[in-house]
């Protein structure tokens, strides 16, 4: 059984055909890396998975149950979490009300309107566990405003990770990092256990190459190539898309 | 002081001022104004859940505020006790909430404020127009006010009194969501709804039961305010009604508890009281909503919190300075 089965998705914007019959499918525990030029569709291809948009047609199943019908919120609690590529947090709050809101997202207690959510020790803890994670719960309480580009792209991480999720869904999560930031989320995401199915969009092949156990190579909303790492680089159709010929 | 304490201590003198208000102001014009002031601002409250917490602005606030007034006039005047006519003009207020919650969250923004003005026009209309229900243009007259645990509200004084029970209540109600997760998920679907999504949260739903609660709060305000006047026309469902109280949440300072509040005040004493030395004391509202807009832009609340603080560093800092200086 496959963690996440795509078959046959499609997807229009008006005349504009950005998904076309896309094939997915990824192994529980695998490291898939999609990537592809820009506009290859690969954010849109998320946006379906995760339900942000509907697709005209095909299916998505996650560990064998269709959800293709299931609204976004609901796949949240189904196991799985996104990041955003263009980072999308909450920026009057502190870094640890973010973390605390993502783990609020699949608990009852989202509805309690009497308690007091600061005292709510266990999300409180379990939060500061999440930060300790990706190395920010030093600056737990700073305001999100008051945090560098690098730091806010670990708490999307810590975010999503603190959900606990079975499919995490990363949306380049290198861009505009620094090296040293690079390599740290690069170490990061090499602590994530094996229980979760990792898929990673990239634009930049070389950032993310050894990460992946199998690679998609996506050009205007199709799958061109897939295969193993050694496999898709060696592969002529990859050059010529970012080469041209 | 640190912030808390400072808080609290005004809170204690805020509160300590609101339950002697009769027994020094003595003039029952004055106490009818701090009435006024106290139920307004509990529509003020109300609506600062939708604008300041769920960052939705409403401008058809004024035709719920009317439903519980109007509920409660048409029930007493159909013969029905005070028990009957509140809880059913809160019941219809809620439901009424509803469908306006129905109608105006399939759209955020310019598209939500245009929807809650159309609504709150159609209410206006009705209660204009409908005369066999409504009595048109006339309006409704209430001939008593309710006497709860057997202690008549006829007066100034007890009607304070109950008004201010009825703030402090909304008040604390305002205070504990904010602080529960349910206020910050209700804070999250304004800053960030498409993430909120994402993180397994029904927005539509949150913004829906916040919807009703400011609802909720909005009827209580028009059944008190139906009972001080002992009246209610169509005036009161007016656009202007609408935006008087939305200005009471913005100059007050949105997603404050006190912004509500203070903005009510405002706006209830400029009516009243400057209304009684200068014939066009809508100027005088005017000029000082762009005074605050304009040096205050956040709301006066938050606003002079603000200035309180530069005050105090730019107190302490020639300590600093001084200590510096002697370094060699």
């Given at each position: 059984m496959s963690a996440l089965l795509v078959s046959g998705l499609t997807k229009s914007f008006g005349g504009l055909r950005v998904t076309k019959g896309v094939d997915l499918a990824v192994a529980p525990g695998e490291r898939r890396l999609i990537i592809g030029p820009n506009g290859a569709g690969k954010t849109t291809l998320f946006n379906l998975i995760t339900g942000e948009i509907a697709p005209d047609d095909g299916s998505i199943a996650l560990f064998g149950r269709d959800i293709t019908r299931t609204p976004c919120r609901r796949r949240v609690h189904l196991g799985m979490a996104r990041t955003y590529q263009i980072i999308t947090l909450f920026p009057r709050d502190t870094i640890l009300r973010n973390v605390t809101l993502a783990l609020l997202g699949l608990s009852k207690l989202r509805w309690n309107p009497f308690l007091a959510l600061d005292r709510e020790h266990d999300l409180v803890v379990r939060a500061r566990a999440a930060l300790a994670r990706v190395g920010l719960d030093d600056i737990a309480e700073r305001p999100l405003g008051e945090t560098s580009y690098g730091e806010r792209r670990r708490v999307e991480i810590a975010m999503a990770m603190a959900q606990e999720p079975k499919l995490l869904l990363l949306d380049e999560p290198f861009a505009g990092l620094s090296i040293d930031e690079r390599r740290d989320v690069r170490e990061l995401l090499r602590t994530i256990p094996r229980d979760v199915t990792i898929v990673m969009i990239e634009?930049?092949?070389?950032?993310?190459l050894d990460f992946a156990d199998r690679i998609t190579l996506l050009h205007f909303g199709e799958v061109i190539v897939e295969g193993t790492r050694a496999e898709v680089v060696a592969d002529p159709r990859t050059r010529e898309v970012y080469l041209g010929e | 002081m640190s912030a808390a304490a400072t808080r609290g201590a005004f809170l204690v003198v805020a509160l300590a001022i609101l339950a002697t208000l009769p027994a020094w102001v003595g003039n029952t014009y004055y106490i009818n104004i701090a009435s006024q002031i106290l139920l307004f601002a509990v529509f003020a409250l109300a609506l600062n859940v939708l604008v300041g917490y769920g960052g939705l602005v409403s401008l058809g606030h004024a035709g719920l505020f009317a439903v519980g007034g109007y509920t409660t006039a048409l029930m007493l005047q159909a013969g029905q006790g005070h028990l009957a006519a509140d809880l059913a003009a809160v019941a219809v207020t809620l439901a009424m909430s509803a469908v306006f919650a129905v109608l105006a969250l399939r759209a955020t923004g310019i598209g939500f404020l245009m929807i809650t003005l159309a609504l709150g026009q159609i209410l206006w209309g009705i209660a204009y127009r409908w005369a066999n229900l409504t009595n048109g243009d006339n309006g409704i007259n209430v001939t008593t006010r309710p006497a709860p645990f057997g202690i008549t509200l006829a007066t100034a004084t007890p009607f304070y009194y109950a008004t201010l029970a009825v703030f402090l209540v909304a008040l604390a109600s305002m205070a504990l969501l904010v602080r529960s997760p349910f206020g910050a998920s209700l804070c999250g679907t304004r800053d960030q709804p498409r993430r909120m999504t994402a993180l397994g949260y029904n927005v539509w739903l949150i913004r829906f039961l916040a919807f009703l609660f400011s609802g909720f709060w909005s009827g209580v305000a028009g059944i008190l305010f139906v009972y001080y006047n002992q009246f209610i026309s169509p005036q009161v469902a007016a656009l202007q009604t609408s935006a008087e109280v939305l200005l009471m949440v913005i100059s007050g300072g949105t997603a404050t508890l006190a912004g509500p509040v203070v903005g009510a005040a405002i706006v209830v004493i400029t009516k009243n009281v400057v209304s009684a030395y200068i014939v066009r004391w809508n100027l005088v509202l005017g000029l000082v909503f762009v005074v605050i807009i304009t040096f205050m832009p956040e709301g006066l609340v938050p606003g002079s919190a603000r200035l309180w603080r530069w005050t105090w560093r730019r107190r302490a800092a020639p300590v600093k300075t001084a200590t510096a200086g002697e370094r060699p």
């Open positions: 634009h930049n092949m070389d950032v993310a | -």
